[in-house]
T-cell receptor, first 111, second 112 residues
Framework: EDQVTQSPEALRLQEGESSSLNCSYT??????LFWYRQDPGKGPEFLFT???AGEEKEKERLKATLTKKESFLHITAPKPEDSATYLC????????????FGPGTRLSVLP | EAGVTQSPTHLIKTRGQQVTLRCSPI?????VYWYQQALGLGLQFLLW???????NRGNFPPRFSGRQFPNYSSELNVNALELEDSALYLC???????????FGSGTRLTVV
């Protein structure tokens, strides 16, 4: 069965304490893996798209990587404003244009 | 460039009533997607419209329906509201298969 899971469910970091979030997927024919950031009560905000294993994308303190089975979102020296829920979504052959979202990781960065 | 706009931002309805939510995609985007995000849960796919046609629907009962207009804006209709329909309803638009979604800010529906 196709699945997208994320871990940990919640993560608390001190400001400056680097860490990684995981997104694991089991789908056939991956077309793309997408990372979003969602603040409470708002719509998700697009961060990155990764298309093939080995690909990396960076944006400020965030770096996303992709393997054949999972993706990592590395957060370097996070700041309190990085606190949000981070969602990954998968687009695959058997979903057509639809995305399947993971449940998200709720990140809190304490000052 | 205006983003995806949704209206209303919040509303409260009584169980059994009907509700219509509206979405305007980014100019030039022909695909509109609707998602439900209940409190503490992930995004659940509801409906996908492209070029005025319903292309796919998620695992939701028929009382969830919608349509897309010639200007690509969209409506989501929910009939016979139930308490568990309380959620953030998100609309997103896309310009192509390899592009990510751009989401609106959502409509917060509370059913009492």
């Amino acid at each position: 069965e196709d699945q997208v899971t994320q871990s940990p469910e919640a993560l608390r970091l001190q400001e400056g304490e680097s860490s990684s979030l995981n997104c694991s997927y089991t789908v056939s024919g991956l077309r793309g893996l997408f990372w979003y950031r969602q603040d409470p009560g708002k719509g998700p905000e697009f961060l990155f798209t990764l298309y093939s294993a080995g690909e990396e994308k960076e944006k400020e303190r965030l770096k996303a990587t992709l393997t054949k089975k999972e993706s990592f979102l590395h957060i370097t020296a996070p700041k309190p404003e990085d606190s949000a829920t981070y969602l990954c979504a998968v687009q695959a052959d058997n979903y057509g244009q639809n995305f399947v979202f993971g449940p998200g990781t709720r990140l809190s960065v304490l000052p | 460039e205006a983003g995806v706009t949704q209206s209303p931002t919040h509303l409260i309805k009584t169980r059994g009533q009907q509700v219509t939510l509206r979405c305007s995609p980014i100019s030039g985007h022909t695909s509109v997607y609707w998602y439900q995000q209940a409190l503490g849960l992930g995004l659940q796919f509801l409906l996908w419209y492209d070029e005025g046609e319903e292309r796919n629907r998620g695992n939701f009962p028929p009382r969830f329906s919608g349509r897309q207009f010639p200007n690509y804006s969209s409506e989501l209709n929910v009939n016979a509201l139930e308490l568990e329909d309380s959620a953030l309803y998100l609309c997103a638009s896309s310009s192509g298969q390899r592009n990510g979604y751009t989401f609106g800010s959502g409509t917060r529906l509370t059913v009492v």
